[in-house]
């Protein structure tokens, strides 16, 4: 009788792993970085884009999720997004690879551009600078932003 208590708890636990979008974990603290602080200036023109709206859209590691955050340049075009972070998780049933999709758009007098696109595949600060801050400057009259 016992046995097959051990056996329908452990046919739950099987099945509450296999039914969601994500594997069961055990965190161990470790910070992942699925984007690092990025700053710089935006312009239009040669001209300070003051007031433009950036949106930084970044998949979590190991997950189907997006996390979104948002920022408004000064009066100078500058702006400052502080650096995404997780906590690392070790896969239980499944090895996986990080990477981590990135892309941010400036919508700017009306108009919206693509400023950036990365995959991430180190979870590391800065690593998508060979270990720089990153630090940007976006024309967006520019074709390549």
């Known amino acids: 009788m016992l046995l097959y208590k051990h056996l329908k708890l452990f046919g739950f636990l099987a099945l509450l792993t296999f039914s969601t979008t994500e594997a069961v974990s055990m965190?161990?603290?470790?910070?992942?970085?699925?984007?690092?602080?990025?700053?710089?200036?935006?312009?239009?023109?040669?001209?300070?884009?003051?007031?433009?709206?950036?949106?930084?859209?970044?998949?979590?590691?190991?997950?189907?999720?997006?996390?979104?955050?948002?920022?408004?340049?000064?009066?100078?075009?500058?702006?400052?997004?502080?650096?995404?972070?997780?906590?690392?998780?070790?896969?239980?049933?499944?090895?996986?690879?990080?990477?981590?999709?990135?892309?941010?758009?400036?919508?700017?007098?009306?108009?919206?551009y693509f400023i950036w696109t990365s995959t991430k595949r180190e979870p590391e600060k800065n690593i998508e600078n060979r270990g720089n801050p990153l630090i940007v400057q976006c024309e967006l009259t520019n074709e390549e932003r």
Do not use: H
């Not at 040669?46 to 997950?63: F, Q, T, W």
């Open 27 to 112: 965190p161990i603290g470790k910070k992942l970085y699925l984007m690092s602080e990025i700053s710089g200036t935006i312009t239009l023109n040669g001209e300070p884009a003051a007031g433009a709206k950036l949106k930084r859209i970044v998949s979590k590691a190991y997950s189907r999720s997006e996390l979104t955050d948002e920022a408004v340049t000064d009066a100078n075009g500058y702006f400052t997004m502080p650096a995404v972070t997780q906590r690392k998780f070790v896969q239980k049933i499944f090895p996986m690879e990080f990477v981590v999709p990135s892309e941010i758009y400036v919508t700017y007098q009306g108009k919206e």
